[in-house]
T-cell receptor, first 113, second 111 residues
Framework: DTEVTQTPKHLVMGMTNKKSLKCEQHMGHRAMYWYKQKAKKPPELMFVYSYEKLSINESVPSRFSPECPNSSLLNLHLHALQPEDSALYLC????????????FGPGTRLTVL | EDQVTQSPEALRLQEGESSSLNCSYTVSGLRGLFWYRQDPGKGPEFLFTLYSAGEEKEKERLKATLTKKESFLHITAPKPEDSATYLCAVRRAGNNRKLIWGLGTSLAVNP
C-alpha cells in the first residue's frame, strides 16, 4: 500500500469557522508533512512531523494548528482563516524526515469565503 | 543561493513526438533529485529519485538522467495521458532537509 489518503476532498469555510483536515498513511512512514500549494506554484512546506513530534514549523500563522495523534494520522486544524489561505493543502509522508522520496495525498481544495 | 530552474515553462507536443524537459540546479551538495508528475487539482505523484551524476532511471515512456548541474526527463513517443505538470525538486546534503522545488513544466500532448 503506497497510498496517502486525505479528507475532505473539498472544503468551503467562512472566516469564523473551525474545521480540520485529515491525512492517513499505512506505509509505516515515520515522517509526515503538510504543504500548501497555490495555482501554478510548487508545494510550499508548512509543517514536518518526525516520529509523531513536530520537527519543523515554517513560520506558519497560528490559525493553522497541526496535530499528529499517532504514527499513521496527521490533522491540520483551521480557525479564523483568511481568503488568501484558499489553496490546495497536501499531506505527504516518507520513511524518515530527510529520507528519500515523499509520497503525496490527493489534497484538500480549501476555499475561504 | 540554492536554486532549481525548470525549462521550458510549457511544452506542447503531438502524440508520438519525443522531447525532453530540463531541471537545472545550483545547490551546495546534492543529496537527491526527485521528479514528480502532477495532474490539475491533485497531489504530486512520485516518479524518480536520482542521487549521482550518470545515474539513469526509466518507467514506461519516461527516462530521467542526472549530471552534476542538471537533470533531464526524456519522454519517448508521448501519449495524451502524459499531459501533466512535471515538477523537479532537490535535497541538499547537510542538516537542511527541505526540498527545493522548481516551478514545473506544463506538458500538453495533442492526439
Amino acid at each position: 500500500d503506497t497510498e496517502v489518503t486525505q479528507t475532505p476532498k473539498h472544503l468551503v469555510m467562512g472566516m469564523t469557522n473551525k474545521k480540520s483536515l485529515k491525512c492517513e498513511q499505512h506505509m509505516g512512514h515515520r515522517a509526515m508533512y503538510w504543504y500548501k500549494q497555490k495555482a501554478k506554484k510548487p508545494p510550499e512546506l508548512m509543517f514536518v512531523y518526525s516520529y509523531e513530534k513536530l520537527s519543523i514549523n515554517e513560520s506558519v500563522p497560528s490559525r493553522f494548528s497541526p496535530e499528529c495523534p499517532n504514527s499513521s494520522l496527521l490533522n491540520l486544524h483551521l480557525h479564523a482563516l483568511q481568503p488568501e489561505d484558499s489553496a490546495l493543502y497536501l499531506c505527504a509522508s516518507s520513511q524518515a524526515w530527510g529520507g528519500d522520496e515523499q509520497f503525496f495525498g490527493p489534497g484538500t481544495r480549501l476555499t475561504v469565503l | 543561493e540554492d536554486q532549481v530552474t525548470q525549462s521550458p515553462e510549457a511544452l506542447r507536443l503531438q502524440e508520438g513526438e519525443s522531447s525532453s524537459l530540463n531541471c537545472s540546479y545550483t545547490v551546495s551538495g546534492l543529496r537527491g533529485l526527485f521528479w514528480y508528475r502532477q495532474d490539475p487539482g491533485k497531489g504530486p505523484e512520485f516518479l524518480f529519485t536520482l542521487y549521482s551524476a550518470g545515474e539513469e532511471k526509466e518507467k514506461e515512456r519516461l527516462k530521467a538522467t542526472l549530471t552534476k548541474k542538471e537533470s533531464f526527463l526524456h519522454i519517448t513517443a508521448p501519449k495524451p495521458e502524459d499531459s501533466a505538470t512535471y515538477l523537479c525538486a532537490v535535497r541538499r546534503a547537510g542538516n537542511n532537509r527541505k526540498l527545493i522545488w522548481g516551478l514545473g513544466t506544463s506538458l500538453a500532448v495533442n492526439p
